[in-house]
Structures are given as structure tokens and as C-alpha cells.
């Protein structure tokens, strides 16, 4: 245990000496945010354009007759920049009028912590999703006035990860912020979950059943990655839960795609 808080002391000493400015102002989760969305959606962007050209990957395209065009990816991005830059923004700037900034600890965590915290994090995160989406989906007013931005293209891509209305983004946004705070959570664990988070929601929605993406490295089917989301933009009555598959299991509301591509081929035959 020792061991591993000493792993990470060194980096946290680095970002108190000589990145303080940046990691103690209350804009930097939001900064790390939207370039973590940024930083991970740009290659698979780059993937979607290359299409054809580059076999090695379009031979994993979950839905090969339905690529995104610029137009699609410009209106996602601008969407999550106007989002960012209109509404959260100016709600960050508020809260720091009103809240104190919290003093930063000198200690790290220990790696163990981080990686248990963050866990927990991720599985209360999960659970809460997983009961807006089912509801969301449920009831049509409340879909079309917070989920249905989201729902726009059958066929998702990288950029659409934060294609969101902003009831959607603020209700994501609130569980994201207070739930590293309800499990007093550390706060390098707290924006290691952050961008882990972030690189999993962009994997939901790349469009392509990667070989070495987390839902196939992670054993025993536990995360839903690509293949499961993908499946949710098709028919969005299934696979609700954001990152784990255990809610859809428990609930039966998972689908898999390849059982339900194998059950049009059935009919179609
Ligand atoms: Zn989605
Ligand atoms: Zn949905």
C-alpha cells in the first residue's frame, strides 16, 4: 500500500510545484473535460474520413453502410463547444463567486485508492445513468425535451459522444461533479476518473468493434464498449447502462448486436 502511494507522490508533487495556478482554478475539470472528449474522438474521426482506405480498421465498422459525413461531425463538435463554452462555463464561474475552492491536499493517493475510488466512481456513476436513461426512454415528453438531441444519428461516431441538450449535459454534468465528492474522493483520483470516464463514452460511441477496445480486454463481457452502444442508437429500447453490463443483464434490457444482426438475417431469409 505504501508502495503505490509512493508511486504517485512524485507526480502529485509536480502538479503542486509547478502546475498549481492551473489545478487549483475551478475551470481545470472542465478544461480537462472537453480536451480529454477532443484529444480521444480526433483519430476515430480520422478513421471515419479514411473509411475504405484504411481496410485494417473499416473491417471493424459496426455499421458499414452508415459513415458520417463533416457536416455531421462539425454540428456534434459545435453543439458540445457552444454547450461547454455557453452554459458551462458561466455555471463554474458562479459556483466560484459562491463555493470556496477546497485546498488542495499534499499527499497523492495511493494507487490502490485511486483505482478502488475510481471504481466506485465509475459503478455509482453507471447506476445512476442506467435509471435516467430506462425513465428517459420511457416517458416521450421527457424524451424529446432532454435525451432526444442525443439520439439524432442511428449510426453513432466519435464526435457524438457529447452531442447532448443541455437539460442532458447539466444532469450528467451534476453526478459527474458531486459523485468524486460523495465518495471524498481525491482529487487526482477524482480527474483520472474524468478522463478514464470520458475515453470510455468516446468507445460507445466510435462505431467500431475494435479488437483491443475495453469491452474486449475487460474479461467475462462486464462492459457493454461499442458494440452495445452502437446496438442502443439502433434500437434504443436496449443497453441503457453507459459502461457496465450488469444493470441491462439484471433488467433484460441488454441486446446484443451480432444475436440481433443474426435475427434479421433469419427474417430476411
Ligand atoms: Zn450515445
Ligand atoms: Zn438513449
Known amino acids: 500500500m505504501f508502495a503505490s502511494g509512493r508511486l504517485l507522490q512524485p507526480v502529485w508533487d509536480y502538479l503542486l510545484f509547478h502546475q498549481l495556478p492551473l489545478i487549483s482554478s475551478p475551470l481545470f475539470p472542465v478544461l480537462l473535460a472537453f480536451s480529454s472528449y477532443v484529444f480521444f474522438s480526433i483519430p476515430f474521426a480520422a478513421l471515419d474520413l479514411l473509411g475504405e482506405r484504411v481496410p485494417l480498421f473499416y473491417r471493424y465498422k459496426i455499421q458499414p453502410d452508415r459513415r458520417p459525413t463533416v457536416g455531421m461531425m462539425s454540428r456534434s463538435f459545435m453543439t458540445a463547444a457552444y454547450n461547454n463554452i455557453v452554459f458551462v462555463l458561466p455555471t463554474v464561474l458562479l459556483t466560484m463567486f459562491i463555493l470556496p475552492t477546497p485546498k488542495l491536499p499534499d499527499t497523492a493517493p495511493t494507487l490502490y485508492k485511486v483505482i478502488i475510488d475510481g471504481l466506485a466512481v465509475l459503478l455509482l456513476f453507471d447506476t ?18 432532454m435525451h432526444a438531441t442525443h439520439h439524432e444519428y442511428v449510426a453513432p461516431f466519435s464526435w457524438c459522444t457529447q452531442l447532448l441538450s443541455i437539460p442532458e449535459l447539466m444532469s450528467v454534468g451534476l453526478w459527474s461533479n458531486q459523485d468524486p465528492i460523495l465518495l471524498r474522493c481525491h482529487p487526482l483520483t477524482t480527474w483520472c476518473v474524468t478522463v478514464f470516464s470520458i475515453w470510455m463514452s468516446v468507445e460507445d460511441h466510435i462505431g467500431y468493434d475494435l479488437p483491443w477496445t475495453l469491452n474486449h480486454l475487460v474479461p467475462f463481457g462486464l462492459l457493454g464498449g461499442a458494440p452495445a452502444h452502437d446496438m442502443h442508437h439502433q434500437r434504443p429500447s436496449s443497453n441503457y447502462a453507459p459502461f457496465f453490463c450488469h444493470w441491462d443483464r439484471i433488467f433484460g434490457t441488454v441486446l446484443h448486436v451480432f ?8 427474417c430476411n431469409n
Open 128 to 145: 445512476q445513468y442506467y435509471i435516467w436513461h430506462f425513465i428517459h426512454h420511457k416517458q416521450p415528453q421527457l424524451y424529446r425535451f
Open 259 to 266: 444475436l440481433f444482426q443474426g435475427i434479421l438475417k433469419l
